[in-house]
């Protein structure tokens, strides 16, 4: 018999659907993503050849490098893309400041939930900064698109958070994240 494909709960034969999940940062849910990508890290391959061996290449691990992580929402009035955004760059003509660097990275936590609405897994992403801002898209008078705002944020890392309990047994749908 084949082991179990979840440990937590073992009646569970179907992975997580992508639709249900939240951001948070500043230690609160920011409202609307549609979208959040991007969360990997390749790894360089370093390929070598052994002095007197004649069997080939080797390969090993090189450097480890964290891709962007891009979020996307649909335009809202909350303005917490264009103030973190401004934290990077930001020209006031009257002071002649055009950067606040002091607090102008944060840490974000993605959170992904079951059909019951119950957190089943969460990524920690570490020290991230806005280095793409979209304010606002392309505007076409004869579609019927949502306005979708982006933010790519560079960062030094992410982990999964393994500091909650996993939702176990058979889960109900319904809820709300």
């Known amino acids: ?44 391959v370093v390929t070598f050849r052994s002095g007197g061996d004649p069997s080939g290449l080797r390969h090993m691990p090189g450097q480890t490098e964290y891709a962007a992580v891009t979020l996307e929402r649909g335009m809202t009035h909350d303005a917490a893309f264009a103030q973190w955004a401004n ?56 579609g019927n698109a949502v306005a979708i705002q982006s933010l790519v944020l560079q960062n030094e890392g992410w982990d999964r958070d393994t500091g909650f309990t996993t939702p176990a047994g058979p889960e109900s749908v319904g809820g709300d994240p």
Not at 27 to 40: D, E, K, N, Y
Not at 108 to 115: A, K, S, Y
Not at 118 to 138: D, H, I, K
């Open 87 to 142: 934290k990077i760059w930001t020209y006031d003509s009257a002071s002649g400041h055009d950067a606040s660097l002091e607090d102008f990275r944060k840490d974000i936590r993605i959170e992904l939930f079951n059909e019951a609405g119950q957190l089943a897994l969460a990524y920690n992403v570490y020290r991230s900064w806005p280095s793409e801002y979209s304010a606002l898209p392309e505007l076409d008078a004869s």
């Open 1 to 44: 018999m084949p082991a179990p494909p979840f440990t937590i709960d073992n009646e569970r034969g179907d992975p997580y659907k992508l639709f249900r999940f939240r951001v948070k940062w500043d230690g609160r849910i920011v409202a609307g993503f549609s979208s959040v990508h991007g969360l990997s890290r390749p790894t360089e």
